[in-house]
């Protein structure tokens, strides 16, 4: 399923494949001056996708509470990141003692063209791809979405929009259901979930920002 969002700047809609050449081109752009390292990052797992700048001199962390605070959290579960090779873990309380955590400087660790991974949930793991897009200078206190995918229209399997994704069924095709459908659906009403604009929609009580 291919996705399209809306970019910032412009306010136009373009695909989740065509939208990355275009941030960095776009006409209507405005860069405060400033001489601090901004990183543009994609974040990425099949029809969802996320656009944002970050200040270079954040952490992982930041980006792991972005991701969680937009698109993860449910239920405080432990998260990683992937980098050349390297685990970076959201708590090291207990973890061995070569583990590496999160406090990491993003400028120390990332560069462009750099593909790298974000695990949330050990158990039912949500997998985003992320992707570093550009580096610019510039001025930037908070992590800023630039782009983000609207929500994809799922279809129950009777044809009508699905409004609903059981979390029993969740990879099968009949786990998006109109509200009709689910409410006949076989394994009941507790195991709804809504649909929701992200990655982690149908897992673990997931219900949305």
Known sequence: MISNGECKYCKKVF?????????????????????????????????FFLYFEINADETLEKIDDFLRDIWLECCCHLSAFTINGNRYYSNCEDSEPDEKTMNCKLLSLLNVNLTFSHEYDFGTTTYLNL?????????????????????PEFKCWCGKV?????????????GLLCSECAKKHECGEEMMLPVVNSPRMGMCGYTGD
């Open 15 to 47: 695909s989740a494949i065509a939208i990355s050449k275009h941030l960095l081109t776009c006409d209507k752009k405005i860069n405060k001056d400033g001489d601090e390292n901004i990183f543009l990052i994609r974040a990425s797992a099949g029809p």
């Open 131 to 151: 992707k570093v897009i550009e580096k610019r200078k510039g001025n930037l206190s908070e992590v800023e979405i630039i782009a983000r995918n609207n929500l």
């Open 162 to 174: 699905a409004k609903e994704i059981c979390s029993q069924c969740i990879w099968e095709e009949t």
